[in-house]
């Protein structure tokens, strides 16, 4: 990330006066001031930051080393809630549903939202319009838009399997009252609210590809799909980059889609890694296990962001 | 271009818009859905075939609602949270940004890094500590808690930030020579210029708080500090098998935010774009 900033001398063609070299103290105390004024735009936000985020996420790795529950103070107790989860059937459910999210609502949103940016960069007509439609479920309400998706997958009546029952003969998927069924159609939902954001972002990095690259290919008798490939792909990396970090984490910490949509249920079908640390912090009142159960989640962003981090580096190098 | 090359580009681009099309139908259906089935009696929401004329219309379900909900109370409980967060986040987020992207002293790229770091902390990692926190400190069950918990966000500092970088630094600069301060270079020369951005952030941070879920769900205990969404939720849980005035109630809880967006899209879309763009 570059950043000009006032006072960047390459970026000015008339700096501030530089003071001759004998008067360092005016100098020094100019930088002093300068240092103070630019904290002094900073702390009322960063206060509330710091106190609210930063400070949290410390005690958060000394609570998941005590035993704080609702009965008594938070005691050391070093690794034990960790040994614990190694033996948590519930927990190992959670994480490896997380996973199962993660790994179809990561590619599939990053391919649906990049089509419909392609779609949407043709300069058709209406486009704008139906911008504006892709976008819709990202801003409406999780709790209005989950009750509405289970009445639509409503398994006997649902206009879903309704539309399905005309293509398929025999069963129809239970979705969110099937054990199999479940994730899936959380993952569809999922998807849908959110391909609107990506697409915007991909639209943006679409507008940063050089229109004289896409000519020249053509000239050269490229296709539609190698032009995509070897063209608008390589331009976009630094958006696609962008968006599967965010897509990363946005799938690895689910939590309120499943919570209104089917409750980590049926059985513990959906429970997810975000949902076992709610229940078990917001209704069992185990605070130092649950915190344990954070600090896995907390763990698995952090390295998946910072090995998508050093693999961008890499192939920009 | 021969005949047969233009042809199929015209039948390319046709089957583009039928694509388009199709697709703007499938992503709205649930809202059709939900606004048809919201004018419905409550035994024509589940029908075979669907019936996807309502008849009659039942306008009754949008006079029903008041009185069967609490819905005065919601929507004032969170127009007061979207309000405050709003303003702290707007006012915060501007003043940091400048002296992010405007000044120059030593820790200011390390402090930004911090920022940027919580990208990767998801929430839902640190709600215990910050819930231990804040009731600590006597927040639990009240709105203040959830002012405190969405004011301070790194979104907005971002959004300012890359903002106030496409600002010509010469304008500063030559507000610096004539003698004003850096607070008055911020209000006069850089806030009077940055109203697109900070109308993006105004809507984008609104609409998140009127949204928000999982804030209101741990912290708001008691009824009358319920927020639209919370209320909702139990409206379902209650009156489960009452489809069609569940429906009612998702529509006037998205109907605002409806509005919201539609008058104000165009700052939406751009202030997304400004954060993705540079990351």
Redesign the interface.
Request: glycine fraction near 8%; charged fraction near 10%.
């Given at each position: 990330m570059t950043t000009p900033v006032v006072g960047d001398q390459r970026t000015l063609g008339f700096s501030r006066p530089e003071l001759p070299p004998p008067l360092r103290n005016p100098r020094a105390s100019l930088k002093l001031r300068n240092a103070l004024v630019g904290w002094t735009f900073i702390l009322p936000n960063f206060l509330g930051f710091a106190v609210l985020t930063l400070v949290p996420v410390f005690t958060l790795f000394y609570l998941s080393l005590t035993s704080w529950n609702i009965f008594g103070t938070a005691e050391w107790v070093g690794l034990d809630n960790f040994t614990r989860l190694l033996g948590d059937k519930s927990f190992h459910i959670a994480l490896g549903n997380t996973f199962y999210y993660a790994a179809l609502h990561i590619p599939i949103t990053i391919v649906v939202s990049l089509s419909l940016a392609l779609l949407l960069n043709q300069k058709l007509r209406g486009a704008a319009f139906f911008r504006t439609v892709a976008f819709f479920p990202y801003i409406t309400s999780i709790v209005a838009v989950a009750v509405v998706w289970n009445m639509l997958f409503s398994p006997e009546f649902g206009p879903i399997n309704q539309f399905l029952g005309l293509f398929v003969d025999g069963d129809l998927p239970g979705w969110t009252v099937s054990k199999d069924w479940a994730m899936p159609a959380v993952i569809i939902v999922g998807t849908w609210k959110d391909m609107g954001y990506y697409m915007l972002l991909f639209l943006a990095g679409l507008q940063t590809v050089p229109g004289e690259l896409h000519e020249a290919a053509r000239i050269d008798g490229a296709n539609a799909w190698q032009r995509f490939w070897n063209v608008t792909l390589p331009c976009l990396r630094p958006t696609m980059f962008f968006v599967t970090v965010m897509v990363t984490i946005q799938s690895f910490k689910v939590f309120d889609l499943i919570l209104v949509m089917t409750d980590g249920g049926p059985g513990q079908a959906t429970l997810v890694l975000s949902q076992y640390i709610y229940q078990k912090g917001f209704e069992q009142f185990e605070f130092g296990y649950a915190s344990a159960v954070a600090v896995v989640l907390f763990l698995i962003c952090i390295l998946v962001t910072v090995v998508q981090f050093l693999y961008n580096k890499r192939k920009e190098a | 271009m021969t005949a047969r090359t233009s042809a199929l580009r015209r039948s390319g681009?046709v089957l583009?818009?039928v694509?388009?099309i199709a697709?703007?139908a499938g992503?709205?259906?649930?809202?059709a859905?939900?606004v048809i089935?919201s004018l419905k009696l409550n035994n024509q929401?589940?029908?075979?075939?669907?019936q996807w004329i309502p008849d009659p219309v039942q306008w009754r379900n949008y006079l029903d609602i008041w009185a069967k909900a609490d819905m005065v109370t919601w929507v004032r409980n969170t127009l007061v949270l979207s309000v405050a967060v709003t303003f702290?986040q707007v006012?915060?987020?501007s003043?940091?940004a400048?002296?992010?992207?405007?000044?120059?002293?030593?820790?200011?790229d390390a402090?930004f890094l911090?920022?940027v770091g919580?990208?990767?902390?998801?929430?839902?990692?640190?709600?215990?500590?910050?819930?231990?926190?804040l009731s600590g400190w006597g927040l639990n069950n009240t709105l203040w808690a959830i002012m405190?918990?969405q004011?301070?966000?790194?979104f907005?500092?971002f959004l300012m930030k890359q903002y106030y970088?496409s600002i010509p630094?010469?304008l500063?600069?030559a507000a610096?020579i004539d003698g004003l301060s850096?607070?008055g270079i911020?209000w006069r020369i850089i806030m009077p210029l940055s109203v697109p951005a900070l109308a993006s952030l105004t809507i984008i941070t609104f609409?998140q708080t009127?949204?928000d879920?999982?804030g209101p769900?741990?912290y708001l205990r008691d009824r009358e500090l319920w927020t639209?969404?919370l209320g909702?939720?139990s409206f379902?849980g209650e009156y489960n098998a009452e489809?069609a005035l569940?429906?009612t109630g998702?529509?006037l809880?998205?109907l605002p935010?409806?509005l919201i967006?539609?008058l104000g899209?165009r700052y939406?879309?751009e202030g997304?774009?400004t954060t993705?763009?540079?990351?």
């Amino acid at each position: 990330m570059t950043t000009p900033v006032v006072g960047d001398q390459r970026t000015l063609g008339f700096s501030r006066p530089e003071l001759p070299p004998p008067l360092r103290n005016p100098r020094a105390s100019l930088k002093l001031r300068n240092a103070l004024v630019g904290w002094t735009f900073i702390l009322p936000n960063f206060l509330g930051f710091a106190v609210l985020t930063l400070v949290p996420v410390f005690t958060l790795f000394y609570l998941s080393l005590t035993s704080w529950n609702i009965f008594g103070t938070a005691e050391w107790v070093g690794l034990d809630n960790f040994t614990r989860l190694l033996g948590d059937k519930s927990f190992h459910i959670a994480l490896g549903n997380t996973f199962y999210y993660a790994a179809l609502h990561i590619p599939i949103t990053i391919v649906v939202s990049l089509s419909l940016a392609l779609l949407l960069n043709q300069k058709l007509r209406g486009a704008a319009f139906f911008r504006t439609v892709a976008f819709f479920p990202y801003i409406t309400s999780i709790v209005a838009v989950a009750v509405v998706w289970n009445m639509l997958f409503s398994p006997e009546f649902g206009p879903i399997n309704q539309f399905l029952g005309l293509f398929v003969d025999g069963d129809l998927p239970g979705w969110t009252v099937s054990k199999d069924w479940a994730m899936p159609a959380v993952i569809i939902v999922g998807t849908w609210k959110d391909m609107g954001y990506y697409m915007l972002l991909f639209l943006a990095g679409l507008q940063t590809v050089p229109g004289e690259l896409h000519e020249a290919a053509r000239i050269d008798g490229a296709n539609a799909w190698q032009r995509f490939w070897n063209v608008t792909l390589p331009c976009l990396r630094p958006t696609m980059f962008f968006v599967t970090v965010m897509v990363t984490i946005q799938s690895f910490k689910v939590f309120d889609l499943i919570l209104v949509m089917t409750d980590g249920g049926p059985g513990q079908a959906t429970l997810v890694l975000s949902q076992y640390i709610y229940q078990k912090g917001f209704e069992q009142f185990e605070f130092g296990y649950a915190s344990a159960v954070a600090v896995v989640l907390f763990l698995i962003c952090i390295l998946v962001t910072v090995v998508q981090f050093l693999y961008n580096k890499r192939k920009e190098a | 271009m021969t005949a047969r090359t233009s042809a199929l580009r015209r039948s390319g681009r046709v089957l583009l818009y039928v694509v388009m099309i199709a697709a703007a139908a499938g992503i709205m259906l649930p809202f059709a859905w939900m606004v048809i089935s919201s004018l419905k009696l409550n035994n024509q929401v589940f029908t075979a075939p669907v019936q996807w004329i309502p008849d009659p219309v039942q306008w009754r379900n949008y006079l029903d609602i008041w009185a069967k909900a609490d819905m005065v109370t919601w929507v004032r409980n969170t127009l007061v949270l979207s309000v405050a967060v709003t303003f702290l986040q707007v006012l915060t987020g501007s003043f940091a940004a400048y002296g992010f992207a405007k000044m120059r002293f030593p820790g200011r790229d390390a402090l930004f890094l911090l920022y940027v770091g919580t990208i990767a902390v998801p929430w839902q990692s640190y709600m215990i500590p910050q819930f231990q926190m804040l009731s600590g400190w006597g927040l639990n069950n009240t709105l203040w808690a959830i002012m405190l918990l969405q004011a301070f966000g790194a979104f907005g500092v971002f959004l300012m930030k890359q903002y106030y970088e496409s600002i010509p630094d010469s304008l500063s600069e030559a507000a610096r020579i004539d003698g004003l301060s850096e607070y008055g270079i911020w209000w006069r020369i850089i806030m009077p210029l940055s109203v697109p951005a900070l109308a993006s952030l105004t809507i984008i941070t609104f609409v998140q708080t009127w949204n928000d879920y999982l804030g209101p769900l741990i912290y708001l205990r008691d009824r009358e500090l319920w927020t639209i969404q919370l209320g909702l939720q139990s409206f379902i849980g209650e009156y489960n098998a009452e489809h069609a005035l569940i429906m009612t109630g998702s529509v006037l809880s998205v109907l605002p935010i409806a509005l919201i967006f539609f008058l104000g899209q165009r700052y939406f879309v751009e202030g997304i774009a400004t954060t993705g763009v540079k990351g």
